[in-house]
């Protein structure tokens, strides 16, 4: 199974700010990541697909890199709205996929 | 798309719920579907999925031989049998299209509490 494993669990930054999450897989996974964000109290939306396409309606704040093992994922200038859950999700060795634990961002 | 799950509520360890996703928006019958849970303050769990054509179905570890997944897809609706609660199930279980792979829609969810 391909685990994988986000840093860090937890962030504390300000509006305004940029900020890089991390998700790193056991094994090579090609491009096949996905994140999500989780505000509190509703579901998880997908924001990137293939390690870097941004889903429908994804502002252009969120960008997606990474291959193989390594991957990021970057907010341009947190809006209040960001502040929230954010998870990764490798789909190379689907189905059915495995979800990273996690990474809040707080103010 | 649009997915609304259903069923969910309060049971007794041992006991059984049934739980309904129904769909719309989309050609239903084309897709994977999979369920989703989140335990109380925890992370993601994909519980189960089923493929279009219900041929491909599989299980976690920790609800296998405990849970059914099944679809209908003449009324559009994925369905999640539970058996067997543990408190270990309690959390909120969404019902998700999976894109080959990508969770792309997800239901709101609904709330299983197991407890005494």
Not at chain 1, 67 to 87: C, M, N, P, R, W
Not at chain 2, 11 to 24: H, N, Q, T
Not at chain 2, 68 to 81: A, C, G, P, V
Request: a negative charge.
């Amino acid at each position: 199974e391909v685990v994988l494993t986000q840093s860090p669990a937890t962030l504390s930054l300000s509006p305004g700010e940029e900020v890089t999450l991390s998700c790193r897989a056991s094994q090579s996974i090609r491009s096949n990541l996905a994140w999500y964000q989780q505000i509190s109290g509703q579901p998880p939306r997908l924001l990137i697909l293939g390690a870097f396409t941004r889903a429908t309606g994804i502002p252009a704040r969120f960008s997606g890199s990474g291959s193989g093992t390594e991957f990021t994922l970057t907010i341009s200038s947190l809006q209040s709205e960001d502040f929230a859950v954010y998870y990764c999700q490798q789909y190379d060795s689907w189905p059915p996929g495995t979800f990273g634990q996690g990474t809040k961002l707080e103010i | 798309v649009q997915l609304v799950e259903s069923g969910g509520g309060l049971v007794k360890p041992g006991e059984s719920l049934r739980l309904s996703c129904v769909a719309s928006g989309f050609t239903f019958k084309d897709y994977y579907m999979t369920w989703i849970r989140q335990a109380p303050g925890k992370g993601l769990e994909s519980i189960s999925y089923i493929s279009f054509g219900s041929r491909d179905i599989n299980y976690a570890d920790s609800v296998r031989g405990r849970f059914t997944i099944s679809r209908d897809d003449t009324n559009n609706t994925l369905f999640l049998q539970m058996d067997s609660l543990t408190v270990e199930d309690t959390g909120v279980y969404y019902c998700a299209r999976d894109g080959w792979g990508v969770k792309d829609y997800w239901g709101q969810g609904t709330r299983v509490t197991v407890s005494s």
